[in-house]
């Protein structure tokens, strides 16, 4: 192997506008750590990117020096994929620029951006493009994934606003994909995950997006939350494209509750109808109704979803919800849905917008779900790992009767068993393909790996 000091790491350095960190640099600390505090890996070198020829030079260098190569955005990856023990990161959070053109409705996004960066810059001019709900999240890994959010039932999916991408290959090419350009990569890059490259650039497709919504909740006994349930998930099948749907179990006051509820992307009032046939739906414990703006319901999660915690996840797809289902979600693959060290689960209704697309038009999968579950532990000792942990795989398994798939970002230790989960086997052959003509030395592996057909 050759050696990572010297010549070679000088070189690097004199060859990028951005700056190379060792462990020996100030600021290497602070620059390998992620969102999940579990995460404790010590890359040998860090990259931090200000543009396409420094990530392309990277990569180079990571390959000349036969160094595993991990890809930094925002740092979501519960697994901590982006930081290599004795390898590369390739970081690119000094590349977060976001460039609005209003008259044409686009939004030209670098690839470190976070989800916040995005929604500030296009707010102000009455627009906006799906994004999470988290925005400290990254826009590169949400949108590679696919990308859920709030707009997602009127719009779509992040990755079905994508216009175009740049992206740097494997052998530090950068190339361009849209529908008329590459555009067997640009299908891969919609839902595919970091597989096939580096993406330096997203331009998006902007909608006018006035800035008001409405938020209600109401939290139910466990007794009472099955019924409840029922009723809201006909609610939700019904529902106008305004609203997601949503629900959750978790702990209020020292007692395990479920939560029903929506969010309204729209005119408040216009959504008051709704709340009002939500309170047919039983007797909560509690209540709330909200009209933040758009802006402040993309970031009210920021501090819960913050960088100080462990955390372990698992998520389903769900095609229907019957009673079993929504049974077993109260109970938390428990007797009684009480015990120490449950984690919180959620619901997010899919369809709208998102089933509108076909199936075959993005490598992103499962148009046809009906409702997301995600059960997330966060926690902060870490003699509780094994238990934490171990209570979100059961959760999951208690469910998994019932899945029709999963979803690329919320996968973390399944291996290519989730891999398989995530893409139905003729996409997952069009995607080995798509990766054996991009990096058919699976250079970028540190993801939810699609291996190359060798």
Not at 117 to 144: E, F, Y
Not at 223 to 250: H, I
Not at 282 to 299: I, T
Request: overall charge negative; proline content about 5%.
């Amino acid at each position: 192997m050759t050696s990572t000091h010297g010549a070679d790491l000088e070189t690097l350095r004199d060859r990028i506008a951005g700056v190379v960190l060792t462990p020996a640099d100030e600021g290497y600390h602070s620059a390998r750590i992620v969102w999940n505090a579990m995460v404790d890996r010590r890359p040998r070198v860090i990259v931090r990117c200000m543009d396409s020829g420094d990530v392309a030079a990277a990569i180079r260098y990571g390959r000349d020096n036969e160094l595993d190569i991990g890809v930094r955005c925002g740092g979501h990856s519960v697994l901590g994929l982006a930081v290599p023990d004795d390898g590369l990161m390739i970081d690119l959070t000094p590349m977060g620029a976001v460039r609005v053109d209003v008259a044409r409705r686009r939004a030209r996004v670098q690839g470190g951006a976070l989800l916040g960066a995005l929604d500030r810059a296009t707010q102000p001019h009455g627009l906006a493009t799906t994004a999470g709900n988290v925005s400290h999240t990254g826009v590169g890994g949400l949108t590679l994934g696919g990308g859920m959010g709030w707009l997602a039932r009127q719009y779509g999916l992040s990755c079905d606003n994508v216009v175009s991408f740049e992206m740097v290959t494997a052998d530090g090419s950068t190339v361009r994909a849209t529908a008329d350009e590459n555009p067997e990569l640009f299908w891969g890059l919609r839902g595919g995950g970091g597989n096939f490259g580096v993406v330096t650039e997203f331009e998006f497709a902007l909608h006018p997006v006035a800035g008001e919504t409405l938020l209600v909740d109401m939290w139910f006994s466990l007794d009472d939350a099955p019924a409840a349930l029922q009723k809201w998930r006909q609610l939700a099948a019904a529902a106008p494209r305004q609203a997601t749907f949503t629900a959750s179990v978790g702990e209020m006051d020292g007692e395990p509750r479920v939560s029903t509820g929506f969010v309204w992307i729209g005119n408040p009032d216009d959504g008051r109808g709704l709340l009002d046939e939500f309170r047919t739906l039983g007797r909560p414990v509690a209540e709330r109704v909200a009209a933040p703006s758009y802006l402040d319901l993309q970031r009210m999660d920021d501090t819960l979803e913050g960088h100080a915690q462990r955390r372990y996840w698992k998520g389903h797809y769900f095609r229907e919800l019957p009673d079993e289902t929504i049974e077993a979600f109260v109970l938390r693959g428990t007797a009684d849905g009480r015990g120490d060290m449950l984690p919180n689960a959620s619901l997010q209704v899919y369809g709208g917008a998102i089933a509108d697309v076909p199936d075959e038009a993005t490598a992103f999968s499962h148009r046809d779900t009906f409702v997301e579950f995600v059960a997330a532990a966060r926690w902060t000792d870490r003699a509780e790992d094994d238990q934490r942990m171990g209570a979100a795989r059961q959760y999951a398994t208690s469910l998994a009767p019932f899945a029709s798939g999963a979803y690329v970002n919320v996968l973390t230790d399944e291996g290519q068993s989730g891999v398989k989960r995530a893409y139905p086997p003729k996409k997952l052959a069009r995607l080995t393909a798509l990766k054996e003509a991009w990096d058919p030395d699976n250079v970028f592996h540190l993801n939810h790996n699609i291996p190359p057909g060798k």
